[in-house]
C-alpha cells in the first residue's frame, strides 16, 4: 500500500516546455486534488476532482489543465511553462471531503 | 486578502509543556476548518477539523478550539514531544472544496 505517489520529484524545464504531472493513490478514494505551495503561502488549490472523469478549477487553475481518467489517477498538465509556475506541487486524495493525504511533492523549477 | 492568517511564523515550546497555534480568519462564511503538520520533504498530513456548529474537538494529545464571534482557532498541542516539531497549516472552507490555507507556523519542541 503506498498511498499517494507522485511522478517526478524533482524538474527543471525551460520557459515554454510543457510537462505533465502525474499522481497515483492506492486507496480507492473518490476525491483528488492538485495544489500548489510557494514560499511564504499556504497550499493554494489547483484543481481537483471528485469522481473518475470529472474535474473542477480550484482557486488558481490558469495555465494548468488536468485528466482523470482513471480513479486511481489524476494528471496534472503544464502547456507552456512560465517561471512563475516555479512551486512545489503536491497531490492528494480522499474518500470524502476534505484532502487527508497527500503526496510527498514534486519540485518543478522553470527557468 | 490573506482570509486565513497565521501571524506567528514560527513557535519554540519546551518538552512536556503545552504548544498552542493560532490562526485568524476574516471570511464569516466559513464553516469548516482544518489543521494539517508537515515535515520538511513530505506532504502535509491530516490532523484535525472543526465544524462551525462546534467550538472544541479532541483527538488525543491535540484539541482545536473554534471561537466564531472572534474569528479565531487555535490547536493545542499536550503535552508537546520533539516529534511534534513540524510546520502547521489552518485551513478554512465555506461549504466547497476550496480550501483556503494560511502560510503556516513552524513549530520547534525543545528536548
Known amino acids: 500500500n503506498a498511498g499517494v505517489t507522485q511522478t517526478p520529484k524533482f524538474r527543471v524545464l525551460k520557459t515554454g516546455q510543457s510537462m505533465t504531472l502525474l499522481c497515483a493513490q492506492d486507496?480507492?478514494?473518490?476525491?483528488m486534488y492538485w495544489y500548489r505551495q510557494d514560499p511564504g503561502m499556504g497550499l493554494r488549490l489547483i484543481h481537483y476532482?471528485?469522481?473518475?472523469?470529472?474535474?473542477a478549477k480550484g482557486e488558481v487553475p490558469d495555465g494548468y489543465n488536468v485528466s482523470r481518467l482513471k480513479k486511481q489517477n489524476f494528471l496534472l498538465g503544464l502547456e507552456s511553462a512560465a517561471p512563475s509556475q516555479t512551486s512545489v506541487y503536491f497531490c492528494?486524495?480522499?474518500?470524502?471531503?476534505?484532502?487527508?493525504?497527500f503526496g510527498p511533492g514534486t519540485r518543478l523549477t522553470v527557468t | 486578502d490573506q482570509q486565513v492568517k497565521q501571524n506567528s511564523p514560527s513557535l519554540s515550546v519546551q518538552e512536556g509543556r503545552i504548544s498552542i497555534l493560532n490562526c485568524d480568519y476574516t471570511?464569516?462564511?466559513?464553516?469548516?476548518f482544518l489543521w494539517y503538520k508537515k515535515y520538511p520533504a513530505e506532504g502535509p498530513t491530516f490532523l484535525i477539523s472543526?465544524?462551525?456548529?462546534?467550538d472544541k474537538n479532541e483527538d488525543g494529545r491535540f484539541t482545536v478550539f473554534l471561537n466564531k464571534s472572534a474569528k479565531h482557532l487555535s490547536l493545542h498541542i499536550v503535552p508537546s514531544q520533539p516529534g511534534d516539531s513540524a510546520v502547521y497549516f489552518c485551513?478554512?472552507?465555506?461549504?466547497?472544496?476550496?480550501?483556503?490555507f494560511g502560510t503556516g507556523t513552524r513549530l520547534k519542541v525543545l528536548a
Open positions: 492528494a486524495s480522499s474518500q470524502s471531503h476534505p484532502a487527508q493525504y
Open positions: 486507496m480507492n478514494h473518490e476525491y
Open positions: 476532482s471528485v469522481g473518475e472523469g470529472t474535474t
Open positions: 471570511n464569516s462564511m466559513f464553516d469548516y
Open positions: 472543526i465544524s462551525s456548529i462546534k
Open positions: 485551513a478554512a472552507s465555506s461549504g466547497t472544496y476550496k480550501y483556503i
